[in-house]
């Protein structure tokens, strides 16, 4: 049976009980606290699968995560990968009008080049300039720190038509089959 931290949370995989902010009372009646692991592991595991919940992909090995109604944007691993070492990247400037389907930039890696596509519609709202000097980001953290960037959805509705986690697996290897 799960026991509940004193501000009512559970942890799925603790028997332990939790004070609030990832203190555990080292007895019920000491109000010193030490710090507990295994709250902060289930932080990170919830927003490591809220982040998988909400990203979203495209045919061209796009991504977009979207809090509210801003969407960040970058390329996946699987096209990362493919791509090899990546030396160069092009982004959206702020202010930039897109339409899903639009191409938004390029990359290009010592064995190839790329165009990026707007995943969905939107007004660039801030772009990863950072890539600009350290394109590798994106081969080493794709999905975080290589991320490329951020827009304001204009349709949020065009979400709806892109592929979640298990379908982009699954495209993925249809065409991996296929030879492409």
Known sequence: MEKLSEDGNAHAKCMRYHAP???RRTSRTSNKGTFCVCEVVCRLY?????SILERKYTKKHEWVSVKGDIGTVGITDFAAEQLGDIVFVELPDVGTELVQG?????VESVKAASDIYAPVSGTVTEKNTVLESESGRINKSPFDEGWMYRLRLTNPKELSGLMDEKAYEKF???EEAEGH
Not at 46 to 50: D, M, N, R
Not at 102 to 106: L, P, S
């Open 102 to 106: 639009d191409t938004t930039g390029a």
């Open 172 to 174: 993925k290897k249809e």
């Open 21 to 23: 902010g990832g203190m």
């Open 46 to 50: 919830i927003l490591y699968v809220y």
